[in-house]
């Protein structure tokens, strides 16, 4: 398997089988987070385009399709960068929805195209949205999610998350990973999170191995207390499932080997 891994024990979804749609050697990403466990973002992008054919993914999940539905709580995109750099997304995500028709699919992005309203679309396409926000504020941002081009505004990225939000009938998920840098934010993400009206809020620190420290779990907890008007999760707090791997080595390329 290339392009498919997992599943993956995550504390946010359950059993998670990956769905890589780009699949480089290296890091592809339109950000260069000081906390990713992929490391360095070797390539720095914001180009939306095909880097893996549909039919390639399509093959991949036809031949595991009847394991899907006993092994899996729900099929993500993620992997080695950014998917919603993938211009085929949708397409993918419409074959999955035909060959794994009762499993939920969900997408792990960092929000930086959700300005575009193609994009967008594309994203309304998947039952489960986990949309990264890092920051209160652009130095944060850049301090935090570093992003590659100097376009990239965490202004507009709240509120193309706000204008999703009203047009999307899945589930929408902020994703907020927790460092030194933005640790006294909470009372003002939370302000931002209340403009989007996400269905959840995931509270996170870098546990896997990375050049940041994490948070502690007492720091967590009086972060998370900004957030008592959302249903909140937390990484301190979920439990992770077992699950059965299909390809070891494609997980710890994607996830690390704690994983």
Known sequence: MRFVYGPVASWRLGRSLGVDILSTTEKTCSFDCVYCQLGGTANKTAEWKVYVRMEEIEREIKAIADTIADTTDVITFAGMGEPTLGVNLGE??????????????????????????????????????VAKLDASDQSIFERV??????????????????????????????????????KDSGAEMARIAEEIQPDEVQLNTPLRPCPIKPLSQEEMERIEKHFKGFKVSSVYEKMKPEVRVIDKVEVIKRRGAEE
Do not use: H, W
């Open 145 to 182: 999610n570093r992003p590659v081009s100097e376009e990239i505004k965490l202004e507009a990225i709240v509120e193309g998350l706000t204008e999703f939000r009203r047009g999307y009938k899945g589930k929408l998920c902020l994703q907020m990973m927790f460092v030194d840098d933005n």
């Open 92 to 129: 993918v995500a419409e074959v999955i929805r035909r060959e794994c028709p009762k499993t939920p699919i969900a997408i792990l992005t960092n929000s930086a195209l959700v300005t575009d309203k193609r994009v967008q679309e594309e994203l309304k396409k998947l039952d489960i949205v």
